[in-house]
């Protein structure tokens, strides 16, 4: 942690407070010039709305999708639960560049979709380098991770609480909602924050299926540092977004442990 965490963060907020140089990434002298202008720049925080809004909307997806599958999983058993895991992991052993250029295959406007669509007489529709795109590959990316929260979660509870549930008159909804669901909100909670913070950070997939048309505060980052080669600003903006999306994450931890306590 020390050396892989904190160190490049200490030295990422040393970066941040110093003056861009001539002729050099940066110099002295201290200055809170980068911060003040990426906090009250209008752009910056749209910018950090949409990165967040996206990153929030695949967790969503992410449960929904993840829910029923890690339900299945925790119920499974032997061989059955064995091939349900290896087809959740397996997308892991791909690197994440190969998944967005198999996405762009599918949903570019030559892809096979609208190949297929223009073959029924239907008209396309752009699918790739806009929200759409980065959000299907996004949440094909991090579902797996949802899976896995869900499912330590899951595992823990006896099925017969749910069959006393059923046998006490509540129906299979009632059950659900009433007794797994509430005692499986740790995972649901471990999942959505984890999935939320992936894609938040998330660099390849933006600049893949959103290119020019989608703007997240990693490539926004990567463009000062690598384009405009301005170091201390891009550092201050990544301190920016750090704790910015540290604040949401506390907020939803303070929401979930009542929502947790009240369903005790």
């Given at each position: 942690m020390a050396v892989f965490f904190v160190a490049p963060y200490a030295n990422m907020l040393l970066i941040s407070f110093l003056t861009p140089g001539s002729g050099q990434p940066y110099a002295l002298p201290f200055t809170l010039?980068?911060?003040?202008?990426?906090?009250?720049?209008?752009?910056?925080?749209?910018?950090?709305?949409?990165?967040?809004?996206?990153a929030a909307l695949t967790a969503a997806i992410c449960?929904?999708?993840?829910?029923?599958?890690?339900?299945?999983?925790?119920?499974?058993?032997?061989?059955?639960?064995a091939a349900l895991l290896v087809i959740v992991l397996s997308p892991l052993l791909l690197d994440v560049v190969i998944r967005s250029y198999g996405w762009m295959i599918l949903l570019a406007d030559n892809g096979l979709i609208n190949q297929l669509l223009r073959k029924l007489g239907l008209h396309p529709v752009q699918l790739m380098y806009n929200a759409f795109g980065v959000v299907v590959g996004l949440?094909?990316?991090?579902?797996?991770?949802?899976?896995?929260?869900?499912?330590?979660?899951?595992?823990?509870?006896?099925?017969?609480?749910?069959?006393?549930?059923?046998?006490?008159?509540a129906r299979g909804w009632q059950a659900f909602w009433r007794v797994v669901w509430?005692?499986?909100?740790?995972?649901?909670?471990?999942?959505?924050?984890?999935?939320f913070v992936l894609a938040a950070s998330s660099y390849v997939i933006p600049s893949l299926l959103g290119e020019n048309a989608v703007l997240t505060m990693p490539l926004l980052i990567a463009q000062r540092v690598l384009t405009v080669f301005n170091w201390p600003s891009g550092a201050a903006l990544a301190?920016?977004?750090s704790v910015f999306v540290l604040g949401l994450v506390g907020v939803y931890a303070v929401l979930m442990n009542r929502a947790m306590r009240g369903l005790r």
């Open positions: 010039a980068n911060y003040a202008r990426s906090v009250t720049d209008a752009f910056n925080w749209r910018v950090l709305w949409n990165t967040c809004w996206y449960l929904v999708l993840a829910y029923p599958l890690a339900y299945r999983l925790a119920r499974a058993r032997g061989r059955a639960k949440t094909h990316v991090f579902l797996p991770f949802m899976v896995l929260s869900l499912l330590g979660s899951l595992e823990t509870l006896n099925p017969d609480i749910e069959l006393a549930a059923r046998s006490l008159g509430p005692l499986s909100l740790p995972g649901v909670f471990a999942g959505t924050v984890l999935v301190m920016f977004m």
